[in-house]
């Protein structure tokens, strides 16, 4: 398993833009699918989107496909986040996730974990 820190996070107005970074430690990070899920205030973790280990295959939730981007720089063993046209409902902790070998969808088995980073979406 990869080691995962997430950051980038912070407080911000409707229609700005935010990006997170995750950056891995611990293993081959190529091998590794990467993904970002968040979590609502009273709601479960959701998927957000995910990246293959070459970067060339990405899956977005229907919902955040046309306003996030994912993407990795395996020079640097970072993914990122970029988050356009932030709305409230963006509204939570958004969690790194890695898998090994598999393909980044939402029905992976995700085994490792960052600590999440809070993004608040002011109205």
């Known amino acids: 398993q990869v080691q995962l820190v997430e950051s980038g996070g912070g407080l911000v107005q409707a229609g700005d833009s935010l990006r997170l970074s995750c950056l891995a430690s611990?293993?081959?990070?190529?091998?590794?699918?990467m993904g970002w899920f968040r979590q609502a205030p009273g709601k479960e973790r959701e998927f957000v989107a995910g990246?293959?280990?070459?970067?060339?295959?990405?899956y977005y939730a229907p919902s955040m496909k046309d306003r996030f981007i994912i993407y990795r720089d395996n020079n640097i063993d970072t993914v990122y986040l970029q988050m356009n046209n932030l709305k409230s409902a963006d509204t939570g902790i958004y969690y790194c996730a890695a898998v090994k070998g598999r393909p980044p969808g939402p029905g992976a088995a995700w085994d490792s974990w960052g600590q999440g980073t809070q993004v608040t979406v002011s109205s």
């Open positions: 990246n293959s280990g070459s970067g060339n295959s990405r």
């Open positions: 611990g293993d081959t990070f190529i091998s590794y699918s």
